[in-house]
């Protein structure tokens, strides 16, 4: 019984603090690093502030673990979906489920994005470590996804692998900056972002086995081999 | 005289404010719209800080201008590199000179940019609306640009032409967080970012008068057809 009273406990505790950071990561994207408050954290998370220390030392720690847990968790949803593809998929079919899955990602859980896009260049020194790592491991495995693709012969050569990577990231993060549900589904979004990067990356022979790039049926809404996607 | 000397005065204050403004990009990019105080636009502008009170009535007011000069300007650049171009130059390529002009302009007036990037989800509402307002006269010669190439044919069918624009946009627009010279060089950076472009976005059959796109002879940095461009 008291081993069931303390995992409930627990479980409540960790909602608790999962509900603090959420509180946080919101606060952070509208008000910026200086100008995120504690009371206004508690306000949001329907807590008196102090409760706040029971989970974080202090307002410096909680914008640290906003800014790392963004980072960690975007990272471990796409290695996620990278690893649910069948073994024999082709490198650049990864990096179509990359952008599809990033891109779902930081639109549904846009405050951590936001708060990060905004914040990351504000932050002092101290701060920046942890989300410094944490991003630049989600960056490894990008970079691994355009080095295997590369590779195999499935990007254009002319193009700046580094640049490539930065530019398509760029584009996916910015679309927390203007997407929103009156824009369309993000399905519609996903369809053309990985349409633009599959067009825009790939070298001339190039074909996806998850998108449909032939040039004469240009609509592929409903083509069954979508679903991989979707559930990868 | 008394004009000459007026007129020399009036540059010397010209050149003060435009340091005001530089300087407040400079730390509203790095501290937040929150952090940013006038005593350090005033140290980093190597003026007194009651000084600033001449050209900008209130911190929020100097703020708000940064925004807006930082939308305005590249708007005016790269409405000046559209309209240099040849009458007969096809939509797509217009497109192409967008890009280069809104990529040199962010990379050169970085700290513009960031402060808009970092920020503009950060202002209270009674700053927002002239910088709103800067944004979507700007937005609106993109619209153009992807209305004209549409009804050119030479925009895949498939796409979302708003996220399409969007997409594009923020890869451009994110450059300025990643981007250092120490990645390689600006002209590098277009020429991928161009390549991108076309190749994302475009008919197949649709070809660029100012960047070379035959899959034959991928390397292009020595075309001479890119004169254009760089120039435009």
């Not at 999962?18 to 910026?32: F, H, N, T």
């Not at 954290?41 to 790392?68: G, N, T, W």
């Not at 069948?86 to 489920?97: A, G």
């Amino acid at each position: 019984m008291a081993r069931k009273t303390r995992s409930v406990e627990d479980s409540k505790s960790a909602r608790t603090r999962e509900r603090i950071l959420d509180s946080a990561a919101y606060v952070l994207s509208r008000k910026g690093f200086a100008g995120t408050r504690l009371t206004d954290v508690a306000e949001h998370a329907q807590l008196q502030a102090p409760a706040i220390y029971y989970y974080f030392k202090s307002r410096e720690e909680l914008i640290e673990e906003v800014m790392v847990v963004g980072a960690q968790r975007i990272c471990a949803h796409v290695v996620e979906a990278l690893d649910a593809l069948p073994s024999d998929i082709r490198p650049i079919d990864r990096i179509l489920t990359a952008v599809e899955a990033h891109l779902r990602f930081v639109l549904v859980t846009s405050e951590y994005t936001t708060a990060a896009t905004r914040n990351g260049g504000q932050l002092p020194d101290h701060l920046r470590d942890r989300h410094e790592a944490e991003r630049t491991a989600y960056g490894d495995v990008w970079r691994e996804l355009f080095t295997d693709a590369a590779a195999a012969g499935e990007l254009k050569p002319d193009l700046d692998a580094g640049a490539t990577r930065m530019l398509v990231i760029g584009a996916l993060n910015w679309t927390v900056e203007w997407w929103d549900s009156t824009r369309g589904s993000i399905d519609a979004l996903v369809r053309t972002a990985q349409s633009i990067v599959m067009g825009g990356i790939s070298a001339p022979e190039t074909t996806s086995g998850i998108i449909d790039t032939s040039p004469a049926k240009p609509a592929r809404t409903r083509s069954p081999r979508r679903k991989k996607t979707v559930t990868a």
